[in-house]
């Protein structure tokens, strides 16, 4: 009876290690994707964080845009829009736009646009029909650049 004791707790200590090493070590794996056909971006680290925190700030402010529409709030729709309108480009490193494809820097400069074009309308003529169809345009944009291209670290 001791014996079948010790061996089923040997048993369960096997088991309870091999899946927590796998759970631990072999679920990190990165997926491949076969039909993945985009265009790799590599940028040194610090630019690929800047490229990736862009594209988060970007959510947050079609978050906020969708908001203001939702409480029919035109000043938080132009504060929100105007954080990447055209202005924010000016804080674009220059490293950035020598090592981008020029398409993807169109995409970039139009995304910022629409951005501004949203602000505007916001802030002078507010109409949300407008302003829904300027998101629209502008997630068609972020669409088409995520369709095309991935950023990778060098």
Same mark, same amino acid.
């Given at each position: 009876?001791?014996? =079948?004791?010790?061996?089923?707790?040997?048993?369960?200590? /096997?088991?309870?290690?091999?899946?927590?090493?796998? +759970?631990?070590?072999?679920?990190?794996?990165? =997926?491949?994707?076969?039909?993945?056909?985009?265009?790799? =971006?590599?940028?040194?680290?610090?630019?690929?964080?800047? %490229?990736?925190?862009?594209?988060?700030?970007? +959510?947050? %402010?079609?978050?906020?845009?969708? @908001?203001? +529409?939702?409480?029919?709030?035109?000043?938080?729709?132009?504060?929100?829009?105007?954080? @990447?309108?055209?202005?924010?480009?000016?804080?674009?490193? =220059?490293?950035?736009?020598?090592?981008?494809? +020029?398409?993807?820097?169109?995409?970039?400069?139009?995304?910022?646009? /629409?951005?501004?074009?949203?602000?505007?309308?916001?802030?002078?003529?507010?109409?949300?029909?407008?302003? /829904?169809? @300027?998101?629209?345009?502008?997630?068609?944009?972020? /669409?088409?650049?995520?369709?095309?291209?991935? %950023?990778?670290?060098?």
């Amino acid at each position: 009876m001791k014996k =079948v004791l010790i061996l089923t707790t040997i048993f369960f200590a /096997i088991t309870t290690f091999a899946l927590a090493y796998i +759970l631990l070590f072999t679920g990190t794996e990165m =997926v491949k994707n076969e039909k993945d056909t985009r265009i790799t =971006v590599k940028y040194a680290p610090d630019l690929r964080n800047l %490229v990736l925190s862009e594209m988060r700030d970007y +959510l947050e %402010v079609i978050s906020e845009i969708q @908001q203001g +529409l939702a409480e029919d709030n035109p000043e938080k729709i132009y504060k929100a829009a105007l954080r @990447q309108g055209d202005a924010s480009l000016r804080d674009t490193p =220059v490293r950035l736009l020598k090592l981008s494809p +020029l398409p993807c820097k169109q995409m970039g400069f139009a995304g910022h646009h /629409i951005f501004q074009a949203i602000a505007d309308s916001a802030k002078t003529n507010y109409k949300p029909k407008t302003t /829904i169809k @300027q998101m629209a345009a502008l997630t068609n944009n972020c /669409i088409t650049c995520h369709r095309t291209y991935k %950023v990778a670290s060098e």
